[in-house]
Protein backbone atom coordinates (compact mmCIF):
# COMPACT_ATOMS: atom_id res chain seq x y z
CA UNK A 1 0.00 0.00 0.00
CA UNK A 2 1.38 3.50 -1.03
CA UNK A 3 0.18 6.64 0.68
CA UNK A 4 0.82 10.28 -0.60
CA UNK A 5 -0.97 13.70 0.81
CA UNK A 6 -2.17 16.71 -1.79
CA UNK A 7 -2.37 18.77 0.85
CA UNK A 8 -2.66 18.82 4.82
CA UNK A 9 0.31 16.81 6.09
CA UNK A 10 2.31 19.73 7.24
CA UNK A 11 0.14 22.20 8.30
CA UNK A 12 -3.80 22.38 9.30
CA UNK A 13 -5.96 22.97 6.11
CA UNK A 14 -6.60 21.76 2.33
CA UNK A 15 -5.92 17.78 3.61
CA UNK A 16 -6.28 15.49 1.12
CA UNK A 17 -4.85 11.32 1.25
CA UNK A 18 -4.08 9.32 -1.65
CA UNK A 19 -3.43 5.15 -0.72
CA UNK A 20 -3.12 2.94 -3.96
CA UNK A 21 -3.21 -0.70 -3.87
CA UNK A 22 -3.14 -2.94 -6.54
CA UNK A 23 -4.64 -0.24 -9.07
CA UNK A 24 -7.01 0.38 -6.89
CA UNK A 25 -6.80 4.39 -6.04
CA UNK A 26 -8.58 5.76 -2.90
CA UNK A 27 -8.90 9.26 -1.98
CA UNK A 28 -9.89 10.07 2.22
CA UNK A 29 -10.80 13.97 1.95
CA UNK A 30 -10.56 17.04 -0.43
CA UNK A 31 -10.60 20.25 1.79
CA UNK A 32 -9.39 23.77 0.58
CA UNK A 33 -7.86 25.93 3.37
CA UNK A 34 -10.21 29.31 3.96
CA UNK A 35 -8.22 31.96 3.55
CA UNK A 36 -8.23 35.39 1.49
CA UNK A 37 -7.87 34.07 -1.68
CA UNK A 38 -8.33 30.40 -0.73
CA UNK A 39 -5.59 27.71 -0.63
CA UNK A 40 -6.42 24.81 -2.79
CA UNK A 41 -4.99 21.09 -2.26
CA UNK A 42 -2.85 19.74 -5.48
CA UNK A 43 -5.18 18.25 -8.23
CA UNK A 44 -5.73 14.51 -7.40
CA UNK A 45 -5.64 12.02 -10.33
CA UNK A 46 -9.04 10.01 -11.22
CA UNK A 47 -9.82 8.43 -7.70
CA UNK A 48 -12.27 5.28 -7.91
CA UNK A 49 -13.63 5.84 -4.05
CA UNK A 50 -13.66 8.84 -2.13
CA UNK A 51 -14.12 8.73 1.40
CA UNK A 52 -15.01 11.86 3.74
CA UNK A 53 -14.47 12.09 7.10
CA UNK A 54 -16.18 15.06 8.02
CA UNK A 55 -18.18 18.52 7.08
CA UNK A 56 -15.55 20.78 8.01
CA UNK A 57 -14.18 22.89 4.97
CA UNK A 58 -10.51 21.89 5.40
CA UNK A 59 -11.64 18.26 4.77
CA UNK A 60 -15.33 18.86 2.35
CA UNK A 61 -14.22 21.91 0.38
CA UNK A 62 -13.11 20.52 -2.68
CA UNK A 63 -14.62 17.12 -3.08
CA UNK A 64 -16.99 18.32 -5.77
CA UNK A 65 -13.92 18.65 -7.57
CA UNK A 66 -13.41 15.17 -7.82
CA UNK A 67 -16.71 13.92 -7.96
CA UNK A 68 -17.73 15.38 -10.81
CA UNK A 69 -15.13 13.14 -12.76
CA UNK A 70 -16.69 10.20 -13.41
CA UNK A 71 -18.63 7.71 -11.60
CA UNK A 72 -16.44 8.36 -8.30
CA UNK A 73 -18.30 7.01 -5.60
CA UNK A 74 -18.55 9.42 -2.69
CA UNK A 75 -18.68 7.21 1.38
CA UNK A 76 -19.78 9.71 4.02
CA UNK A 77 -22.45 9.56 6.52
CA UNK A 78 -25.85 11.19 5.89
CA UNK A 79 -25.23 13.89 8.52
CA UNK A 80 -22.23 14.64 6.52
CA UNK A 81 -23.34 14.75 3.13
CA UNK A 82 -26.32 17.18 4.73
CA UNK A 83 -23.84 19.65 6.36
CA UNK A 84 -21.25 19.33 3.58
CA UNK A 85 -24.35 20.89 1.25
CA UNK A 86 -24.82 23.61 3.01
CA UNK A 87 -21.05 24.93 3.55
CA UNK A 88 -20.19 24.22 -0.69
CA UNK A 89 -23.29 26.17 -1.40
CA UNK A 90 -22.27 29.25 0.93
CA UNK A 91 -18.49 28.44 -0.37
CA UNK A 92 -19.87 29.29 -3.88
CA UNK A 93 -21.57 32.04 -2.32
CA UNK A 94 -18.76 33.80 -0.64
CA UNK A 95 -16.35 33.65 -3.73
CA UNK A 96 -18.75 34.98 -5.82
CA UNK A 97 -18.76 38.11 -3.06
CA UNK A 98 -15.14 38.36 -2.72
CA UNK A 99 -14.09 37.77 -6.57
CA UNK A 100 -12.09 34.68 -6.07
CA UNK A 101 -12.67 31.65 -9.28
CA UNK A 102 -15.23 29.09 -7.99
CA UNK A 103 -13.51 25.96 -8.96
CA UNK A 104 -16.90 23.90 -8.69
CA UNK A 105 -20.57 24.59 -9.32
CA UNK A 106 -24.02 24.01 -8.23
CA UNK A 107 -24.01 21.03 -10.85
CA UNK A 108 -21.06 19.74 -9.67
CA UNK A 109 -22.78 19.88 -5.80
CA UNK A 110 -25.51 18.11 -7.49
CA UNK A 111 -23.16 15.39 -9.63
CA UNK A 112 -21.65 15.03 -5.83
CA UNK A 113 -24.75 13.93 -4.61
CA UNK A 114 -25.59 11.69 -6.63
CA UNK A 115 -22.80 9.57 -6.03
CA UNK A 116 -23.16 9.87 -2.57
CA UNK A 117 -23.48 6.12 -1.25
CA UNK A 118 -24.08 6.84 3.06
CA UNK A 119 -22.26 4.91 5.11
CA UNK A 120 -22.66 4.60 9.29
CA UNK A 121 -20.87 3.74 12.04
CA UNK A 122 -19.68 0.08 12.38
CA UNK A 123 -20.16 -0.66 8.48
CA UNK A 124 -17.65 -2.49 6.51
CA UNK A 125 -17.38 -2.00 3.11
CA UNK A 126 -15.78 -3.87 0.27
CA UNK A 127 -13.42 -2.00 -1.91
CA UNK A 128 -10.93 -3.86 -4.53
CA UNK A 129 -8.63 -6.47 -2.27
CA UNK A 130 -9.88 -3.99 0.91
CA UNK A 131 -12.36 -3.78 3.63
CA UNK A 132 -13.04 -0.42 5.09
CA UNK A 133 -14.49 -0.18 8.68
CA UNK A 134 -16.09 2.98 9.75
CA UNK A 135 -15.52 4.59 13.40
CA UNK A 136 -16.66 7.56 15.37
CA UNK A 137 -14.07 10.04 15.79
CA UNK A 138 -15.59 12.23 18.12
CA UNK A 139 -14.83 15.57 16.67
CA UNK A 140 -18.33 16.63 15.50
CA UNK A 141 -21.63 14.68 14.86
CA UNK A 142 -20.83 11.90 11.92
CA UNK A 143 -17.42 12.49 11.93
CA UNK A 144 -15.70 9.08 10.81
CA UNK A 145 -12.24 7.15 11.24
CA UNK A 146 -11.32 4.91 8.58
CA UNK A 147 -9.97 1.49 9.58
CA UNK A 148 -8.27 -0.19 6.41
CA UNK A 149 -7.92 -3.79 6.55
CA UNK A 150 -5.71 -5.20 3.66
CA UNK A 151 -2.00 -6.70 3.50
CA UNK A 152 -2.04 -4.33 6.58
CA UNK A 153 -4.59 -2.41 9.14
CA UNK A 154 -4.08 1.44 8.27
CA UNK A 155 -6.42 3.44 10.53
CA UNK A 156 -7.12 7.15 9.02
CA UNK A 157 -8.28 9.60 12.02
CA UNK A 158 -9.83 12.18 10.13
CA UNK A 159 -10.02 15.27 12.70
CA UNK A 160 -10.14 13.45 16.21
CA UNK A 161 -11.60 13.93 19.83
CA UNK A 162 -11.17 11.48 22.33
CA UNK A 163 -13.08 13.24 25.49
CA UNK A 164 -16.65 13.47 25.61
CA UNK A 165 -18.32 16.59 25.10
CA UNK A 166 -22.11 17.51 25.18
CA UNK A 167 -22.76 16.65 21.38
CA UNK A 168 -20.61 13.43 20.74
CA UNK A 169 -18.86 11.13 22.79
CA UNK A 170 -14.97 10.85 22.29
CA UNK A 171 -13.59 8.48 19.83
CA UNK A 172 -12.06 4.88 21.52
CA UNK A 173 -8.42 3.26 20.31
CA UNK A 174 -8.77 0.90 16.86
CA UNK A 175 -5.84 -1.84 16.59
CA UNK A 176 -3.61 -1.02 13.65
CA UNK A 177 -0.57 -1.57 12.31
CA UNK A 178 -0.17 1.91 10.89
CA UNK A 179 -2.17 4.72 12.67
CA UNK A 180 -2.14 7.92 10.30
CA UNK A 181 -2.87 10.58 12.89
CA UNK A 182 -3.95 14.20 12.78
CA UNK A 183 -1.80 16.38 15.03
CA UNK A 184 -3.22 19.77 15.03
CA UNK A 185 -2.64 20.14 19.13
CA UNK A 186 0.82 18.42 19.46
CA UNK A 187 3.13 19.78 22.11
CA UNK A 188 0.06 21.87 23.57
CA UNK A 189 -3.08 20.96 26.26
CA UNK A 190 -6.75 21.84 26.80
CA UNK A 191 -7.52 22.88 30.12
CA UNK A 192 -10.05 20.55 31.58
CA UNK A 193 -13.78 21.09 29.51
CA UNK A 194 -15.73 21.04 32.58
CA UNK A 195 -13.61 23.77 34.29
CA UNK A 196 -13.70 25.85 31.12
CA UNK A 197 -17.73 25.21 30.89
CA UNK A 198 -17.87 26.77 34.05
CA UNK A 199 -15.82 29.96 33.45
CA UNK A 200 -17.57 30.30 30.29
CA UNK A 201 -20.63 30.00 32.28
CA UNK A 202 -19.82 32.59 34.97
CA UNK A 203 -18.10 35.12 32.17
CA UNK A 204 -21.39 35.05 30.89
CA UNK A 205 -23.35 35.45 34.01
CA UNK A 206 -20.96 38.41 34.57
CA UNK A 207 -21.71 40.13 31.74
CA UNK A 208 -25.88 40.32 32.22
CA UNK A 209 -25.37 41.09 35.60
CA UNK A 210 -23.59 44.61 34.50
CA UNK A 211 -26.20 45.16 31.74
CA UNK A 212 -24.28 44.30 28.91
CA UNK A 213 -24.81 41.88 25.94
CA UNK A 214 -22.66 38.74 25.47
CA UNK A 215 -21.68 38.70 21.58
CA UNK A 216 -20.54 34.77 21.42
CA UNK A 217 -18.84 34.06 17.90
CA UNK A 218 -19.42 30.49 17.08
CA UNK A 219 -17.83 28.23 14.09
CA UNK A 220 -21.51 26.74 12.35
CA UNK A 221 -20.81 23.55 12.47
CA UNK A 222 -20.47 21.31 16.12
CA UNK A 223 -19.34 24.88 17.86
CA UNK A 224 -22.69 26.66 17.89
CA UNK A 225 -24.73 23.71 18.99
CA UNK A 226 -22.50 22.66 21.82
CA UNK A 227 -22.42 25.89 23.18
CA UNK A 228 -26.11 26.64 22.90
CA UNK A 229 -26.00 23.16 25.17
CA UNK A 230 -23.95 24.61 27.68
CA UNK A 231 -25.75 27.53 27.76
CA UNK A 232 -29.08 25.86 28.69
CA UNK A 233 -27.40 24.87 31.86
CA UNK A 234 -28.99 28.91 33.03
CA UNK A 235 -31.23 30.91 32.04
CA UNK A 236 -29.97 33.13 29.97
CA UNK A 237 -32.11 35.34 27.36
CA UNK A 238 -29.93 33.46 24.62
CA UNK A 239 -30.64 34.51 20.92
CA UNK A 240 -29.15 32.72 17.74
CA UNK A 241 -28.30 33.48 13.99
CA UNK A 242 -26.27 32.96 11.42
CA UNK A 243 -25.40 29.69 9.65
CA UNK A 244 -25.39 27.60 12.63
CA UNK A 245 -29.41 28.04 13.06
CA UNK A 246 -29.69 25.44 9.59
CA UNK A 247 -27.03 23.58 11.13
CA UNK A 248 -29.01 22.68 14.57
CA UNK A 249 -31.72 21.35 12.31
CA UNK A 250 -29.87 19.32 10.42
CA UNK A 251 -28.42 17.73 13.44
CA UNK A 252 -31.56 17.35 14.82
CA UNK A 253 -32.86 15.52 11.43
CA UNK A 254 -29.87 13.25 12.58
CA UNK A 255 -30.33 12.44 16.31
CA UNK A 256 -28.46 9.09 15.65
CA UNK A 257 -25.29 11.45 15.59
CA UNK A 258 -25.69 13.10 18.31
CA UNK A 259 -24.83 12.11 22.31
CA UNK A 260 -28.31 13.61 23.41
CA UNK A 261 -30.71 14.65 20.99
CA UNK A 262 -33.05 15.44 24.01
CA UNK A 263 -30.69 17.99 25.37
CA UNK A 264 -29.80 19.47 22.07
CA UNK A 265 -33.53 19.72 20.95
CA UNK A 266 -34.33 21.67 24.49
CA UNK A 267 -31.35 24.14 24.14
CA UNK A 268 -32.50 24.49 20.65
CA UNK A 269 -35.58 25.51 21.34
CA UNK A 270 -35.29 27.55 24.04
CA UNK A 271 -32.96 29.77 21.94
CA UNK A 272 -34.87 32.45 20.36
CA UNK A 273 -33.86 32.38 16.36
CA UNK A 274 -33.56 35.63 14.38
CA UNK A 275 -34.93 35.78 11.17
CA UNK A 276 -35.01 39.59 10.15
CA UNK A 277 -33.66 43.00 10.81
CA UNK A 278 -36.18 43.68 13.32
CA UNK A 279 -34.85 40.33 15.16
CA UNK A 280 -31.44 41.39 15.19
CA UNK A 281 -32.71 44.99 17.18
CA UNK A 282 -34.21 42.84 19.37
CA UNK A 283 -31.39 40.38 20.20
CA UNK A 284 -29.48 43.52 21.16
CA UNK A 285 -31.45 44.19 23.69
CA UNK A 286 -31.19 40.47 24.95
CA UNK A 287 -28.48 38.58 27.10
CA UNK A 288 -26.63 36.57 24.78
CA UNK A 289 -25.80 36.67 21.05
CA UNK A 290 -24.71 33.45 19.18
CA UNK A 291 -23.45 33.68 16.00
CA UNK A 292 -20.91 33.25 13.10
CA UNK A 293 -18.29 33.01 11.94
CA UNK A 294 -16.69 31.74 14.95
CA UNK A 295 -13.40 33.95 13.68
CA UNK A 296 -15.43 37.55 13.12
CA UNK A 297 -13.75 36.97 9.03
CA UNK A 298 -17.86 38.18 8.64
CA UNK A 299 -21.69 36.93 8.82
CA UNK A 300 -23.95 38.66 11.22
CA UNK A 301 -21.10 38.61 14.12
CA UNK A 302 -19.72 41.60 12.72
CA UNK A 303 -22.91 43.51 12.62
CA UNK A 304 -23.28 43.16 15.90
CA UNK A 305 -19.70 43.60 17.10
CA UNK A 306 -20.37 46.92 15.74
CA UNK A 307 -23.15 48.06 17.71
CA UNK A 308 -21.42 46.52 20.67
CA UNK A 309 -18.23 47.40 20.82
CA UNK A 310 -17.87 50.94 22.87
CA UNK A 311 -19.75 49.93 25.44
CA UNK A 312 -17.75 48.44 28.34
CA UNK A 313 -20.52 46.33 30.10
CA UNK A 314 -21.03 44.31 26.70
CA UNK A 315 -18.05 41.51 25.70
CA UNK A 316 -17.24 39.04 22.83
CA UNK A 317 -16.39 35.74 24.23
CA UNK A 318 -14.35 33.90 21.64
CA UNK A 319 -15.00 30.18 21.83
CA UNK A 320 -12.79 28.77 19.26
CA UNK A 321 -8.53 28.74 18.17
CA UNK A 322 -8.13 32.20 16.70
CA UNK A 323 -6.07 31.65 12.90
CA UNK A 324 -3.34 33.84 12.67
CA UNK A 325 -3.90 37.02 10.05
CA UNK A 326 -8.15 37.29 11.05
CA UNK A 327 -10.40 39.72 12.46
CA UNK A 328 -10.76 37.11 15.83
CA UNK A 329 -7.01 37.13 16.36
CA UNK A 330 -6.13 40.90 15.91
CA UNK A 331 -8.91 41.39 18.37
CA UNK A 332 -7.55 38.93 20.85
CA UNK A 333 -4.20 40.51 20.56
CA UNK A 334 -4.61 44.19 19.85
CA UNK A 335 -8.02 44.94 20.45
CA UNK A 336 -8.68 45.72 17.03
CA UNK A 337 -11.31 44.86 14.37
CA UNK A 338 -11.76 45.56 10.68
CA UNK A 339 -15.15 46.35 9.90
CA UNK A 340 -16.50 48.00 6.47
CA UNK A 341 -12.47 48.07 5.49
CA UNK A 342 -11.73 50.07 8.31
CA UNK A 343 -9.82 49.05 11.17
CA UNK A 344 -11.85 49.84 14.39
CA UNK A 345 -10.81 49.84 17.81
CA UNK A 346 -12.95 47.94 20.55
CA UNK A 347 -13.28 48.92 23.99
CA UNK A 348 -15.78 46.32 25.34
CA UNK A 349 -14.62 42.92 26.82
CA UNK A 350 -12.86 40.52 25.33
CA UNK A 351 -13.05 36.85 26.61
CA UNK A 352 -11.17 33.33 25.00
CA UNK A 353 -12.60 30.09 26.07
CA UNK A 354 -11.32 26.79 24.31
CA UNK A 355 -13.64 24.64 23.40
CA UNK A 356 -11.45 22.67 21.07
CA UNK A 357 -13.01 19.54 19.32
CA UNK A 358 -9.82 18.09 18.64
CA UNK A 359 -7.64 15.90 20.82
CA UNK A 360 -5.06 17.53 22.97
CA UNK A 361 -1.63 16.25 23.16
CA UNK A 362 -1.75 13.83 25.98
CA UNK A 363 -4.83 11.92 24.40
CA UNK A 364 -3.22 11.99 21.18
CA UNK A 365 -0.70 10.23 23.13
CA UNK A 366 -2.62 7.56 24.84
CA UNK A 367 -4.89 7.29 22.08
CA UNK A 368 -1.83 6.25 19.59
CA UNK A 369 -0.86 3.95 22.60
CA UNK A 370 -4.51 2.23 22.40
CA UNK A 371 -4.20 1.70 18.94
CA UNK A 372 -0.83 0.32 19.33
CA UNK A 373 0.86 0.39 15.78
CA UNK A 374 4.52 -0.26 14.55
CA UNK A 375 4.14 3.18 12.31
CA UNK A 376 2.42 6.38 13.36
CA UNK A 377 1.85 9.24 10.49
CA UNK A 378 1.42 12.37 11.46
CA UNK A 379 -0.39 14.88 9.34
CA UNK A 380 -2.93 17.85 9.90
CA UNK A 381 -0.24 19.76 11.59
CA UNK A 382 2.02 22.31 12.57
CA UNK A 383 3.99 20.88 15.25
CA UNK A 384 3.94 17.33 14.49
CA UNK A 385 7.87 17.23 15.57
CA UNK A 386 6.30 17.36 19.15
CA UNK A 387 5.16 14.14 19.45
CA UNK A 388 7.72 12.48 18.62
CA UNK A 389 9.24 12.23 21.63
CA UNK A 390 6.27 10.61 23.34
CA UNK A 391 5.84 8.08 20.56
CA UNK A 392 9.39 6.23 21.29
CA UNK A 393 9.69 2.52 20.21
CA UNK A 394 7.21 3.35 16.72
CA UNK A 395 8.61 4.66 13.87
CA UNK A 396 7.36 8.19 13.02
CA UNK A 397 6.57 9.48 9.81
CA UNK A 398 5.82 13.07 9.12
CA UNK A 399 5.23 13.25 5.16
CA UNK A 400 5.29 16.02 3.34
CA UNK A 401 2.68 17.56 0.87
CA UNK A 402 3.45 15.21 -2.66
CA UNK A 403 5.74 12.79 -0.99
CA UNK A 404 5.12 8.90 -1.09
CA UNK A 405 5.47 6.62 1.64
CA UNK A 406 4.89 2.88 1.16
CA UNK A 407 4.04 0.10 3.65
ZN1 LIG B 1 -12.57 19.29 11.67
ZN1 LIG C 1 -9.32 19.60 10.13
Given amino acids: MEISFLGGASEVGRLGMLLRH ?7 DYGVQPADPPVYPMEAPPVDTLFLSHSHLDHCGMIPVVSRRSETDVLMTPVTTAVTNILLEDSIKVSKIEGFPQPFSKLDIRTMNSNVLPIGYGDTIEIGGFQVGVHSAGHIPGSSMFE ?10 GDLQTIDTRLVRGARPVGCDVLIIESTYAGRFHPDRAVTEEAFLKKVQDVVERGGVALVPCFAVARTQEILMVLSEMD ?5 DGMGRGVSQVYLRHPGFLRSVKEMRSAFGRS ?4 SHHGREKALQGEVIVTT ?27 GYQVEGTNGRSLLEESLI ?3 GARTKVTCEVAYYDFSAHADHKDLVSFVEGCDPSTVVLMHGEAREELTGALEGRECILPMEGERHSF
Avoid: C
Fill in 272 to 275: RIIR
Fill in 22 to 28: QGITLLF
Fill in 148 to 157: IRGSQTLLFT
Fill in 338 to 340: EIH
Fill in 236 to 240: FDVWL
Fill in 293 to 319: SGMLSGGPALFYLDRLKDDPRNAVILT
